[in-house]
């Protein structure tokens, strides 16, 4: 209890998630970049939405005016004594009739052109999300605070829709007041002034609730984070046999409620705030609007002004104070929208730390020497400690090398680094003899093709599935049916109902679920379809039975004929293919040589040999 009284304490107060008034009012500058967006989605559609609006805008006063005559003109026809004419009435009132149809035929125009350009908008945002996730670095994928952020921008592109009505519906709704007060104005302008006091308080109190409401979701956002993760994992097709098999139920839903109550509470003490005082603010405004019709019915009653005047006045203000409620408290949804707008700029403004070159230089081709790591350092941006450190070896172009070391030693850091998916803390890189860095990032990725141990199983067609090794063959079947046949993944894909057309994984209707091996065949099948200078297979076997491992063992001296591999492995037949191992301790080279060389120093290499050796006896 006391744990969550302190949980909710620095939720509420942490300074940096607090936003004054001014903040707000500021974040509205964020507007002009948010419509230019909108504008580049779709022109038509905003043009057509804001004549619309316009249009719409001057409705309210029409119809009040129309009301008016309407009811000066009945007036007028009771008091004659002898014939009646109505001709006049009549074609007012087909007016108003006309007037509340087209005010109709207006509206439903208004919500189709929001609901179309919201779909459209937030698709599009969607796919620059996901385009300018691609260009940051892996490093930054591994940061809470990134996934803090990326989480706000992506609510970003559903719920920011919300903020273009908006937006428009305060102008438009300001045109009506700008028409509705002339009338007003040239009654008595104090009605004006009446009115101006009888929303302000309203417009402070929203506000402020709006400030509070923001900071609190916006100090959640780990924790909403970690609700989201809760929810799924308790109810996932990835996670439901262990959570069975655990028992994990009872566990997860304690902890999901824990803190979901938590929030819940929070939330309801703002929730019932903002709900007494609008009522207390809002009453204000009530009483002023009363008071300013009482004076008007005065000025009626002593004959100041006609029944007409009075219902029209009446009308006016009555319109008035709604529209001028509803501007102010939209306003201050609309700045408060506004900063949940500079999350999802800030995260478009994320710049990857990895960069290319001004003037980058093509992989040679061929690859003439190959890659040369000199006393090669790097420590995860997380940690305190050195992944990998004084790595000084030569990766000979050609060569075959296999990397072996304990779990944790460094492998998946040391060929990651080789790719540049990070950048080494100290030390450096070099290709035919010329710094990683110099090189172009884009070409690199071209040339280097990795397979990872926990490669992705993609949970669509077996085709795409393959095709993903080289994306832009993706509609080269030939080509992705000979890769499916050399690493054993055309067998398993046979088998399939719907073949290389197949669903692959439970996520999606007619899906159909891989063993881990035969994921691994596809996921290898990748390799081949790459055609890469360098290639890196970290742990390629590993889920492979023994005849299975075997035969895509005699393919792989294809897979690799002609170009630089690294190989990382914990079976030795797989580590005997390679021309010289890399042993590595805690992030340091031990052993560097050919299995026999190894075998013959009889260090750590010989040692785990012997031990894997004995096993199989
Ligand atoms: N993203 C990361 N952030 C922080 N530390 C990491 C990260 N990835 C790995 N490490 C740490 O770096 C060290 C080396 O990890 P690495 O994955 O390179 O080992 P490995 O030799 O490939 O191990 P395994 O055989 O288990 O796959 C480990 O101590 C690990 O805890």
Known sequence: ?????????????????????????????????????????????????????????????????????????????????????LTYLWELVALELGLAVLSDLINRGITLLDSLLGDLFSNKTSVTLIEHAATLDLAQFEDATFYDKLERARRQTVTRVVLMSQVLSQVQDMVTIAFLAVGLIAFNPWLIVILLIAVIPSFLGESHFNERTYSLSRSWTPERRELDYLRYIGASDETAKEIKTFNLSGFLADRFRALSDRYYNLNKNLIVRRAVWGSILSGIGTLAYYGAYVFILFRAVSGAISIGDLTFLAGSFNNMRGLLQGIMTRFSQIAESALYLQDLFDFLELKPNITPPVNPHLIP??????????????????????????????????????????????????????????????????????????????????????????????????????????????????????????????????????????????????????????????????????????????????????????????????????????????RFSTVRMADRILFLENGQLKELGSHEELLAQNGKYAELFTLQAKGYL
């Open 1 to 85: 209890m006391k744990e969550a009284k302190k949980g909710t304490r620095s939720a509420i107060q942490n300074p940096n998630d607090k936003k004054s008034f001014k903040e707000q009012v500021g974040a509205l500058k964020n507007l002009p970049k948010f419509f230019r967006l909108i504008w580049h989605t779709s022109k038509s559609m905003t043009i057509g939405n804001m004549l619309l609006r316009l249009v719409k805008s001057a409705i309210p006063l029409a119809m009040l005016y129309v009301g008016k005559l309407i009811i000066d003109e009945v007036i007028r026809q009771y008091g004659l004594n002898g014939e009646r004419e």
């Open 365 to 570: 081709r061929p690859i003439q020497k190959g890659f040369t790591f000199e006393n090669v350092g790097f420590k995860y941006h997380n940690s305190e400690r050195w992944a990998v450190r004084h790595l000084s070896f030569h990766l000979q172009a050609g060569e075959k090398l296999a990397l072996v070391g304990e779990n944790g030693a460094g492998k998946t850091t040391l060929v990651k680094l080789l790719a540049r998916l990070y950048e080494p803390t100290e030390g450096r890189i070099l290709l035919d003899g010329k710094d990683l860095r110099d090189y172009d990032l884009n070409d690199l990725r071209h040339q280097v093709g990795i397979i990872f141990q926990d490669f992705v199983r993609f949970q669509m067609s077996a085709s795409d599935n393959i095709a993903i090794g080289q994306i832009s063959n993706i509609l080269d079947k030939d080509r992705i049916q000979t890769s499916a046949h050399k690493s054993l993944a055309d067998q398993v894909i046979q088998k399939l109902p719907d073949k290389y057309e197949q669903v692959l994984g439970k996520r999606f209707n007619k899906g159909v679920e891989l063993s881990g091996g035969e994921w691994q065949k596809v996921a290898l099948a990748r390799a081949y379809m790459r055609d890469a200078q360098l290639l890196i297979l970290d742990e390629p076997t590993s889920a492979l039975d023994a005849r299975a491992e075997h035969e895509v063992f005699l393919r792989f001296s294809e897979l690799i004929a002609g170009k630089t591999a690294v190989l990382i492995s914990h």
